[in-house]
């Protein structure tokens, strides 16, 4: 399974915005070691926000605030989610007597409030912005205009679930599986096929969400463009053997 081959450097670590649901001028870009259990990352919010570990639920946004996942799984280590420098972590405190809820630790009428101008933001290093003005110097297509939602929607109006199918380039046949846009990858919609033969990059499963079922290394993600249904009957593997 995809999990299972999952490789983290160690000390490797990320960059991350991190919001709250009720504290909604909490607002910190925090740094994580991607080896951290997702349990571990809660403990260490939890000592800078005042939800409690129990009572928190996270979801990680993309840089363009597309929901990427939930954190559902405390053990996994952060890693396994596919956070990237930039990406916001938001926190959902589900306890209504929380110490934040009612947004009482927000009424700072009273507080001198501490402000920084455009220009001293600007000469900070290690800020979310500098990063994106670094990435966007080295890779401009990566900032191009985000994919819409409805991307390839309407050529997947003939592809449904069980048909049988052909994947071009490759000639790979197999039955289509998923049809819908998949929340762990990018905008648009997808095609999920369980090859005949082990051509697949996984199980049908993407990122820790499972979009389908299907043998080892016999599921993929294909974007419909790729994809041709119709009568694609499984190979016989000796059909092209000369005799």
């Given at each position: 399974m995809a999990s299972s081959r999952l490789q983290i450097q160690p000390d490797e670590a990320v960059l991350l915005r991190v919001t709250h649901s009720n504290i909604k001028s909490f607002s910190a870009d925090i740094r994580f070691s991607l080896q951290s259990s997702v349990e571990a990352v809660k403990d260490k919010l939890w000592r800078k926000c005042g939800t409690s570990v129990n009572s928190m639920q996270l979801e990680l946004y993309d840089d363009a605030n597309s929901k990427i996942s939930s954190l559902t799984d405390d053990s996994r280590p952060l890693g396994f989610y596919s956070p990237f420098d930039?990406?916001?972590?938001h926190i959902i405190d589900l306890d209504p007597s929380s110490v934040t809820a009612g947004g009482w630790l927000e009424d700072i009428s009273s507080v001198e409030k501490y402000s920084i101008s455009e220009e001293a933001y600007d000469k900070r290093d290690g800020t979310v912005r500098k990063f994106k003005e670094k990435m966007a110097a080295q890779n401009p297509s990566a900032f191009a205009p985000k994919i819409k939602d409805d991307y390839m929607e309407d050529l997947c109006a003939?592809?449904?679930?069980?048909?049988?199918?052909e994947i071009d380039p490759g000639e790979k046949r197999g039955v289509v599986k998923y049809v819908g846009r998949a929340e762990s990858l990018t905008p648009g919609f997808w095609v999920g096929v369980q090859f005949d033969e082990p051509f697949g990059k996984h199980d049908g499963m993407v990122k820790g969400v499972r979009y389908f079922d299907s043998p080892p290394l016999h599921g993929a993600m294909i974007r419909p463009d790729k994809v041709k249904v119709g009568d694609y009957p499984e190979r016989d593997p000796f059909e092209e053997e000369e005799i």
């Open positions: 930039g990406y916001r972590l003939n592809i449904k679930v069980g048909d049988r199918c």
